[in-house]
């Protein structure tokens, strides 16, 4: 495997979720993750487990950890932040998650895979389909 690493920096008042999408679609990333994302938000947009909504969260915030598959077919990001006590809270990603400062963000993309998304029934969201080469279905 030919692995290739992607690494950029947000500037202050960048949406996180757009911005490393917009990398992804830029780089033509078909399979890819997110090895990490350090840097601080202004607001986060995120759904706990097992809710339906979005939480808004505004203040300063540090993001401690994000994980996540990518490609120009649909992506999936978890994210968890701290406050300014500590406190820590995390979930997936949405748009509206705004760089405070700046974050720092390093992709690690599989050119030999494909990822896309299919409407999986029992889970009720669109879950993750992994191709070699475009042409036969991992499992």
């Not at 917009?22 to 995120?46: K, M, P, W």
């Not at 540090?62 to 598959?69: F, K, Q, V």
């Not at 400062?101 to 494909?114: G, K, M, R, T, Y």
Request: contains cysteine.
């Amino acid at each position: 495997m030919d692995a290739r690493t992607h690494a950029f920096r947000l500037a202050h008042g960048v949406d996180l979720r757009k911005a490393i999408e917009h990398c992804v679609a830029e780089r033509d990333i078909r399979a890819g993750c997110l090895v990490t994302c350090i840097g601080g938000l202004s607001s986060a947009v995120l759904r706990m487990p097992g809710a339906v909504e979005f939480n808004h969260l505004e203040g300063e915030f540090e993001i401690i950890s994000a994980a996540g598959t990518l490609s120009v077919n649909g992506s999936h990001i978890h994210l968890s932040l701290s406050d300014g006590e500590g406190a820590v809270r995390g979930g997936h990603l949405d748009y509206g998650s705004t760089v405070r400062l700046s974050a720092e963000i390093v992709v690690l993309e599989n050119p030999q895979l494909v990822f896309s998304r299919e409407f999986d029934p029992d889970t009720g969201f669109r879950e993750l389909v992994v191709t070699r080469n475009g042409h036969v279905r991992e499992s």
